[in-house]
């Protein structure tokens, strides 16, 4: 039988998809053709590849799945881009009127709870923005943050996911921008090592090697020598990295 | 008796969104897989598996009563990988792989064969590597690939066929002429 007209044949001989007969006239044609012997070795040393234990996911995988679904399930909040600008503009005329004092006879109760109302409605109109389409909008989004003093846990969580998961470089920069204001929390330091972890694109990279040393995280120090000695990463980032090693050790001791 | 992928998708369907956790439990780790053979890397296999799953939850509505669950998945996984490597993100598939030094006349130990062999199907063109990882690594029978990928069973076992010459050339070549497969043990 010639090959040409064994490919099929082939083909499910390597999957165990032929009857005895069939079978057998195949092991006929691999007994005198080394051609189509080769071929089957290398079906069989793939599947000696796919054995190997590192194809296995990490447990982590599991967290980061759950976390998904809580958040894509929450209520859902569309803001359409006019209600977002009304929203702010509330948010930024109320949020002024109650910076100034305030009259002694006003109750100062009701004065927290509208600030309180104010800053969440600030921080909910944040949050829908860093969602949207268009990467202008996620960039406003991430500027707004800088009318807030100090962010709860999810606009700062919103904020990471858009550094761990945004296409748009440009965007991914400034998140780490806006989240250097809070790196006191140990939330957004963690979130800068693990999203150094995964980034790709070395300017990312660089600008979360410098929030790292510029936050004084020794506990970055193990992700940072990794990146240090990966042939894979770009050179700059592996000097940059080097350097950061060097300066939080001095830091430390 | 546990519920099949396609009534568990089914509830998903209907707004049980939980039921994900079930399905991402069972076939998480064979998107892992997929993922690191077309990426190459780890983090980005991870992120592509997470990536996936979104899309599940998000086009769960686009899943059909009567189709097989695993197909349906696997063309979501295709759809995301393809996206995120038009945006440039895997331009470096099989990097991560140590590139064996081979010396002509040498013997080659069997782990530097398939660390060879890996190197080989990091190489092949897109659409070799993800039939070969079908159809071997995640043992895929020919009609449910015919299916996912939209052509005739035929055309999917002459694939196949190609693909597999196609690397057992692109191994020879990375020993520089020297080595043939052995069998396995």
């Known amino acids: ?253 | 008796m546990a519920a099949s992928d396609e009534e568990l998708m089914a509830e998903v369907r209907a707004g049980e969104v939980r039921q994900l956790g079930a399905l991402f439990d069972r076939h998480h780790a064979a998107l892992f897989r997929y993922s690191m053979r077309m990426t190459g890397r780890r983090e980005r296999s991870e992120d592509l598996v997470q990536e996936i799953f979104f899309r599940m939850l998000r086009y769960r509505e686009t899943y059909r009563d009567g189709h097989l669950f695993v197909t349906w998945m696997f063309r979501i996984a295709r759809n995301a990988y393809i996206d995120q490597a038009r945006k440039g993100r895997f331009e470096i598939v099989g990097k991560e792989v140590a590139e064996p030094s081979i010396m002509p006349g040498n013997e080659i130990e069997d782990e530097q064969e398939l660390a060879l062999l890996r190197q080989a199907l990091a190489k092949l063109p897109d659409a070799q590597r993800e039939l070969l990882v079908l159809a071997r690594f995640e043992q895929m029978p020919y009609d449910q690939i015919a299916d996912l990928l939209d052509i005739e069973v035929g055309t999917v076992k002459t694939r196949v066929h190609r693909a597999i010459k196609n690397l057992r050339d692109v191994f020879f070549d990375l020993t520089g002429g020297t080595h043939a497969l052995r069998t396995s043990s």
């Open chain 1, 1 to 253: 039988m010639p090959c040409e007209h064994l490919r099929d044949s082939l083909a499910d001989y390597l999957a165990g998809a032929l009857r005895a007969g069939e079978a057998k006239a195949v092991e006929a044609h691999l007994a005198v053709c080394e051609d189509c012997r080769s071929a089957v070795r290398v079906w069989q040393r793939l599947g000696d590849l796919s054995n190997l234990a590192e194809e296995t996911p990490r447990r982590a995988m599991r967290s980061r799945f759950d976390e998904m679904l809580r958040r894509e399930t929450r209520p859902p909040m569309r803001w359409q881009p006019w209600a977002m600008a009304a929203g702010l503009l509330i948010a930024g005329f109320l949020g002024g009127r109650f910076a100034v004092p305030t009259p002694a006879t006003e109750r100062g109760g009701e004065v927290a709870a509208l600030r309180s109302e104010v800053r969440n409605l600030r921080e909910a109109v944040i949050v829908s923005m860093l969602r949207q389409d268009s990467a202008t909008e996620r960039l406003k989004g991430i500027q707004t943050t800088a009318t807030l003093d100090r962010p709860d846990s999810e606009v700062v969580a919103a904020l990471i996911d858009t550094l761990r998961r945004d296409r748009n470089v440009n965007v991914r920069l400034a998140a780490v921008d806006a989240l250097k204001r809070f790196a006191s929390e140990p939330a957004v330091r963690r979130g800068f090592t693990e999203s150094l972890a995964a980034a790709d694109s070395p300017l990312v990279q660089i600008a979360l090697i410098d929030a790292l040393v510029e936050s004084r995280d020794g506990q970055a120090a193990e992700t940072l020598r990794r990146l240090e000695s990966d042939d894979s990463v770009d050179n700059l980032v592996r000097q940059r990295a080097q350097l950061a090693v060097e300066r939080l050790k001095a830091r430390h001791e």
